[in-house]
C-alpha cells in the first residue's frame, strides 16, 4: 500500500441465504475470487476465520482454506484470524501451518485465538477438556512456539513439517488478556473490534504498555479488524449494511447466520429495543458510508489506536458489492498517511 495504511482482509466465508440457499462450495468460490482481488488491489494479507457448528459459515477447516486460496493467489500473505488454540494440539497446528509455509513460503501467517469458536456441545466435539477456561493459553503458545522453533537439544518430538519454519506469530483478542500476552512476548496482536468493539482502546493501550522487543518484533504491531462497508453515497452503503446487521440481530437469536439480502430499513425486524441495542453495541466501531465518510472512520480508528494495519470485513449480499466495498477501501488507505512500524515477520 505504499505510504499509505495497509489494510487486510478477514473472512468468515459466510454462505448466501434465500433462494434456496448456497453451498459450502458456493461460498468458497467467491472468497477465492475475493482473495485475487484484493491482491492485486494490494492488500496486505487475506485471512480466514475459525468457526464450528455455526449455520451460514463455511470457515471451520481454516487450514484447508488458507491451502486453497493461497494456491489460487500469488503474492498477498494468507493466514489465519485465527486458529483458536485450545482447541487443536498445538503439535498439529504446526504440522500443518508447517507444511503450509513449505507450500508457500514467506506468504503463510498464524493468527491464534484462545475462544472456543462455538458452544459448550461443540467444545466437546472438539475433544476439548470442557474445564478449560483459556487460562493455559500461554502454555500453549509456548508448547506451538517450540515446534515452529529451532529444534532444541533434546526435544523428543519435532513437527515435521513446522520446525524451524518460524511461521509468523499473531495473538488476536477480544479484551485484555492477548493484548498484554502479546506485547509481553513482543508479537503483533490483532484486536477484534468486528465483535467486540467496547474494550479496543483499554487493549490498546495494554498491549503497548506492556510490549517487550523480541526476535520478531522491535516495536508494537497493531492491527484492528472492523467492519467496513464503502459504497457511492452514506445511504447506499447504509443499506447494504443492514446485511450484516441481519446477520448479528440472527447471531444473538440462534439462527442460522447466511448472509441475507439488504433492506430499506430495520426498523421491524427488531423484536424490542433490547435486539436493537445489542446489535448496535456489536457494530458501534463499524465504518460505514461514501468515500469520503469511510476515509474519515479509518483515519479516526488510526488516530485514536495508533493501529499499524486495519483488517477490513465486509459481508454483502452482491459478491459485486463487496468487491466493489473492498476496491474503495483499497483507494482510500492509500490517500491515509501513517508512520511505519520497523518490524519483522509482520
Not at 210 to 235: C, G, N, W
Request: hydrophobic share 45%.
Amino acid at each position: 500500500m505504499g505510504s499509505g495504511l495497509a489494510v487486510s482482509v478477514l473472512d468468515l466465508v459466510g454462505m448466501r441465504g434465500m433462494r434456496g440457499g448456497e453451498s459450502a462450495g458456493g461460498a468458497i468460490a467467491r472468497s477465492v475470487n475475493l482473495a485475487q482481488h484484493v491482491e492485486q488491489w494490494g492488500y496486505k494479507r487475506y485471512w480466514l476465520a475459525e468457526h464450528h457448528s455455526i449455520s451460514g459459515l463455511a470457515c471451520s477447516a481454516t487450514p484447508v482454506l488458507i491451502g486453497h486460496v493461497a494456491g489460487a493467489t500469488r503474492t498477498i500473505r494468507v493466514g489465519s484470524g485465527g486458529v483458536m488454540l485450545p482447541n487443536h494440539a498445538p503439535l498439529v497446528v504446526a504440522e500443518q501451518f508447517g507444511t503450509l509455509e513449505a507450500l508457500y513460503p514467506g506468504r503463510i501467517d498464524l493468527g491464534l485465538g484462545r475462544a472456543p469458536g462455538g458452544d459448550f456441545q461443540t467444545m466437546r466435539a472438539l475433544r476439548r477438556d470442557t474445564q478449560q477456561s483459556g487460562d493455559d493459553f500461554p502454555l500453549l503458545l509456548e508448547e506451538l512456539r517450540t515446534y515452529l522453533g529451532p529444534a532444541k537439544a533434546g526435544q523428543a518430538v519435532k513437527a515435521i513439517p513446522g520446525q524451524g519454519s518460524n511461521v509468523p506469530i499473531t495473538l488476536l483478542g477480544s479484551s485484555g488478556f492477548s493484548a498484554q500476552l502479546a506485547g509481553m512476548l513482543g508479537l503483533p496482536f490483532a484486536f477484534a473490534a468486528h465483535f467486540a468493539p467496547e474494550y479496543l482502546y483499554a487493549a490498546a493501550h495494554l498491549y503497548r504498555d506492556h510490549f517487550q522487543p523480541s526476535e520478531a518484533l522491535r516495536k508494537p504491531y497493531l492491527m484492528v479488524a472492523v467492519q467496513v462497508i464503502a459504497a457511492e453515497t452514506d445511504a447506499a452503503a447504509g443499506r447494504l449494511f443492514t446485511t450484516t446487521q441481519q446477520r448479528f440481530l440472527r447471531l444473538i437469536s440462534n439462527q442460522p447466520v447466511e448472509l441475507l439480502p439488504p433492506v430499506d430499513s430495520m426498523e421491524g425486524l427488531w423484536q424490542d429495543d433490547g435486539e436493537r441495542a445489542a446489535v448496535e453495541s456489536r457494530l458501534r466501531a463499524a465504518i460505514v458510508g461514501s468515500n469520503a465518510t469511510v476515509k474519515a472512520g479509518l483515519e479516526k480508528l488510526v488516530s485514536e489506536t495508533a493501529a499499524d494495519e486495519v483488517i477490513v470485513v465486509t459481508d454483502t449480499y452482491d459478491h459485486a458489492d463487496r468487491l466493489q466495498s473492498y476496491r474503495r477501501v483499497a483507494d482510500i488507505a492509500r490517500m491515509i498517511d501513517v508512520k511505519p512500524t520497523i518490524a519483522v515477520g509482520v
